[in-house]
């Protein structure tokens, strides 16, 4: 579903403070488990694609739960972790030990006077479990930015692709900079391929499935992905 924010302004502000502290203590009990994942976008020049994954613990009739998610404000930041063709950052992040799973994203774009954000068509479900005393890693969370030109020529955020894949060397080598008390480490990256998501991939595209319109990436399946809209 497409929707249209007149307000772009007090959005952005909002997203701006997503990401902040790369160690957060969300639960500070003494059987605290940690989770460490990565958000960036990819792209040359860098392409600042804003989006949210959303997660929740299982069985919780609370509806307790976080997000991971990157924006303008982080990547451009001083807690930027790696600047290039991929952007972003790594966050450890403290939480109550049991289930939990990602289960929605939303990406945010935008066209002259508003911004645009397309949520999942319908719920999924990526599992990880924390544990005591453990960490567990659940991968790198990225957006490549989709473009098209308007009738005047220029281009405008149109949605983006979601890559969620494994870099556990690079990021817990941040995560152990950012916390050295980081708990022993389990890595549990899902295959998202799986789920049948137009908008989800477990790679990054390569170059042949990219095509390139006034030097803005485009790709092949875009129109896949528009389905989300």
């Not at 998610?69 to 403290?94: A, K």
Request: a negative charge; aromatic letters at 10%; hydrophobic letters at 35%.
């Amino acid at each position: 579903m497409q929707k249209y924010l007149v307000c772009a302004a007090i959005v952005l502000l909002a997203l701006a403070g997503c990401v902040s502290n790369p160690v957060e203590r969300s639960y500070k009990g003494p059987d605290a488990g940690a989770l460490v994942f990565s958000a960036e976008s990819i792209g040359e020049p860098i392409q600042l694609v804003r989006f949210q994954f959303f997660y929740r613990k299982v069985v919780d009739s609370s509806g307790r739960g976080g997000g991971i998610s990157n924006s303008s404000g982080t990547l451009d930041g001083p807690d930027t972790d790696f600047i290039g063709h991929e952007t972003g950052q790594v966050t450890v992040r403290y939480l109550e030990p049991g289930n939990y799973d990602v289960y929605a994203y939303k990406i945010y774009g935008a066209i002259t006077g508003a911004t645009v954000t397309w949520d999942s068509e319908r719920q999924f479900s990526i599992p990880f479990s924390v544990s005591q005393g453990k960490t567990t890693y659940i991968g790198d969370f990225a957006g490549i930015e989709l473009t098209r030109d308007d009738v005047l020529g220029l281009p405008y955020t149109s949605g983006a692709i979601l890559v969620v894949s494994d870099k556990h060397d690079r990021d817990l080598a941040f995560a152990q900079k950012h916390d050295p008390g980081l708990f022993p480490v389990t890595i549990a990256v899902s295959d998202v391929s799986r789920l049948g998501d137009p908008c989800l991939r477990s790679r990054e595209p390569s170059n042949s499935e990219l095509l390139h319109n006034h030097h803005h990436a485009i790709l092949n399946l875009a129109s896949e992905c528009s389905a989300a809209e």
